[in-house]
């Protein structure tokens, strides 16, 4: 969004996308970003429509447990990942052949994997894997029955 928005637009901007990535639930989310839209749509429709076209994305981590979000809220786990690699890869000129260069990246990332940061709720991660139900990071316990009254 902040890449189709002037430069002095940028701080009311990122703190609209604070509001909506930060909102205690799915809800609050959804009510900050259309209240982004209302501020930013009328004037800057390409950098609102960023967040309005693909919202469903933006807030589908409200859909996992609450203990994952600080998780799934980071941006690019997978850059931070490589980082490493690319930086030792440049400071080496590059890592010779094809095989050494594979050797060195799981080696790097070998080592790097033991300072990484733990999943809060492990348990759950099973959970979701199975394919059960939350609602605003909490569990469904009974999605089928849940459905079946609310259609009574």
């Not at 809800?27 to 749509?41: F, M, S, T, W």
């Not at 589908?60 to 490493?84: G, K, Q």
């Not at 759950?124 to 089928?144: C, W």
Request: aromatic residues 8%; positive net charge; glycine residues 4%.
């Amino acid at each position: 969004m902040l890449s189709a928005l002037p430069k002095t637009a940028h701080p009311g901007a990122k703190k609209a996308l604070a509001e909506i990535w930060n909102a205690e639930d799915k809800r609050h989310a959804l009510a900050a970003a259309k209240a982004c839209d209302a501020a930013y749509g009328a004037k800057f429709p390409k950098a609102a429509s960023k967040i309005t076209d693909d919202l469903d994305e933006l807030v589908a981590f409200f859909d996992f447990p609450a203990e994952h979000w600080v998780h799934l809220r980071t941006t690019n786990p997978i850059e931070s990942t490589f980082a490493t690699v690319r930086h030792r890869t440049k400071v080496t000129k590059g890592p010779g052949s094809r095989a050494a260069g594979l050797a060195m990246a799981f080696k790097l990332i070998e080592s790097a994997q033991t300072r990484w940061r733990a999943v809060n709720a492990p348990h759950l991660v099973a959970l979701v894997r199975a394919g059960a139900r939350f609602d605003n990071g909490k569990l469904v316990e009974r999605p089928d029955e849940q459905t079946s009254s609310t259609a009574a």
